[in-house]
């Protein structure tokens, strides 16, 4: 089956620190991956996407690279801020079949200043 | 913008009541869906739809059902609410594309 799997949280980081989030995934078939964000008290948002392999997805200063020959999807910014600290969840969705997203366990990211 | 509402934010229910939660969303998106989230375990899908008076089961259908007999709204119920149904539950439209939106979620007790 699909599977979908981040690194464990929650991750504390020092304003202006580096962020990695780690992501890796299994599927039948050739996926899109996404990283979405929910804040304190709010439903999920769209961070980024990308459909294809060696695409890089970027928003708000975040990217990640979609690397089929290790099958991850890793999430990185350079420089982190207080109003980053939110939950983080890698997704995938197949091209075919049942097209709903298959979530990983969320990454809760903590930074202080 | 996209918005997608859910009829409540937070509830509080006996166990063995039946509990309904709504969402509605209002871009005429034809797939809605229907996931709990629980800690360590992420988002898991419960229901979905693809269309008015079309549902198919996710991954964890078992408790639940739905409803959707108009296009823009997409009902949870749980006929029997039970202990273990105690989660966060969120809902989310779906346009031709891949790009999900969400709900702000209900946070459901039951005691």
């Known amino acids: 089956g699909n599977s979908v799997t981040q690194m464990e949280g929650p991750v504390t980081l020092s304003e202006e620190a580096f962020l990695t989030i780690n992501c890796t995934y299994t599927a039948t078939g050739y996926p899109s991956l996404f990283w979405y964000v929910q804040y304190p008290g709010e439903g999920l948002q769209l961070l980024l996407k990308a459909t294809k392999a060696d695409d890089k997805g970027s928003n708000k200063g975040f990217e990640a690279t979609y690397r089929k020959e290790t099958t991850s999807f890793h999430l990185e910014k350079g420089s982190v801020q207080v109003s980053d600290s939110a939950v983080y969840f890698c997704?995938?969705?197949?091209?075919?079949?049942?097209?709903?997203?298959?979530f990983g366990s969320g990454t809760r990211l903590q930074v202080q200043p | 913008d996209v918005k997608v509402t859910q009829s409540s934010r937070y509830l509080v229910k006996r166990t063995g009541e039946k509990v309904f939660l709504e969402c509605v969303q209002d871009m005429d998106h034809e797939n809605m869906f229907w996931y709990r989230q629980d800690p360590g375990l992420g988002l898991r899908l419960i229901y979905f739809?693809?269309?008015?008076?079309?549902?198919e089961k996710g991954d964890i259908p078992e408790g639940y059902s739905v409803s959707r007999e108009k296009k823009e709204r997409f009902s949870l119920i749980l006929e029997s609410a039970s202990t273990n149904q105690t989660s966060m539950y969120l809902c989310?439209?779906?346009?031709?594309?891949?790009?999900?939106?969400f709900g702000p979620g209900t946070r459901l007790l039951v005691l």
């Open positions: 989310a439209s779906r346009e031709a594309g891949e790009t999900q939106y």
């Open positions: 739809s693809y269309d008015v008076k079309m549902k």
């Open positions: 997704a995938l969705i197949l091209n075919t079949g049942r097209r709903a997203l298959t």
